[in-house]
Each structure stands twice: as C-alpha cells, then as structure tokens.
C-alpha cells in the first residue's frame, strides 16, 4: 500500500488488476479526454501494465497507482505520478469508473498522493497535464492546490498544465 484515506486505498497495481486496467481503458466515457483508442482485448491491458505500469515503477519507483474502495474492495480508477519526459516532470494523472463520478473520490485521492510524493519518492513539485474542456479535472487540480500555469499542445492535443509545489 502507498498510502490510504478513510474510503480508499491507494497501491501498486498487480497482475490481479489486468481486467480493471482493460475497463478503464475500454469503456467510452472514461476516454472522452483522453486522446486514445479504447482497448478492445484483454491483451492490451497485459501489455500496459508489463510495458508501461512495471516498467515505470522500476524506473522510477512510482507510477499509475490503483485506487480501490474500502468499502466494496474494487480497484475504481487509478491515481498516480507519471515522469513526463517532453516537461521533465513528474505528472499526477487519476480517472475513475463514471458510477463514482461526483462523489470527491477525485480530489480525496489526488490530495493523499501528493502528501506521499516527497516523504517517499523526495520530489518537490507536480504538475497536471489536462485536455481542454475536461472541467472535471481542472475541478480536482484545483481543489488540492494546483494552479493553472500554461496552455500548450501535449500529444497533439490542447492542454491547460497546472502546478504544484509540494
């Protein structure tokens, strides 16, 4: 376990989490700001998680992390830091399956990571790389502190990119 809050636990993902990580990736409203195609096969989780989820938490000794709720013992979403390379920074990125939209689960997790950044991983800032019109997460960066600082294209895509020192 990372770190937890009175409704959520926040860990590593593992190998018991490929079906979790294929829904978030395949399912339509998750992706609406998220410049890529859904998932189609199972196999494409697999691959995520062993060339992109391990392989940041080798590298870096974080990366995506998984959020499961307390309270029915299911991975919801993801929160995590992310090393950006084209900023050279570390990027808090989150999203969570739409039926615990609305609930404060975004900014509840978002918050807790940020807390655990430099005690464990002693990195002094963050940012949030968001496509235009995602209001939602513009709404959580705000909420634990996060200020918009630039606009940009990212991945050929218009972000806002918000900032935090931590």
């Given amino acids: 376990m990372i770190t937890q809050t009175p409704r959520l636990i926040i860990r590593p993902f593992n190998q018991t989490d490929i079906e979790s990580l294929f829904l978030m990736n395949s399912i339509p409203e998750m992706l609406t700001y998220i ?15 062993d060339d992109v989820v391990l392989a940041n938490y080798h590298e870096f ?3 995506r992390w998984a959020v499961q709720h307390k309270q029915d013992n299911r991975v919801i979403g993801f929160c995590g830091p992310k090393f950006i390379p084209e900023f050279n920074k570390v990027e808090l990125g989150y999203r969570y399956f739409p039926q615990y939209w609305g609930q404060g689960i975004g900014s509840e997790a978002a918050q807790a990571v940020l807390d655990t950044l430099k005690p464990l991983h002693q990195l002094h800032e963050a940012i949030a790389l ?3 019109g995602n209001k939602a997460s513009e709404a959580v960066a705000l909420k634990v502190g996060m200020t918009r600082i630039n606009d940009c294209k990212f991945g050929g895509e218009d972000i806002h990119v918000y900032h935090t020192a931590l």
């Avoid at 859904?38 to 697999?46: G, I």
Wanted: charged content about 10%.
């Fill in 35 to 49: 410049p890529t195609k859904p998932f189609t096969e199972l196999s494409q989780a697999q691959a995520l998680f």
């Fill in 130 to 132: 968001i496509l235009q």
């Fill in 61 to 63: 000794g974080f990366g």
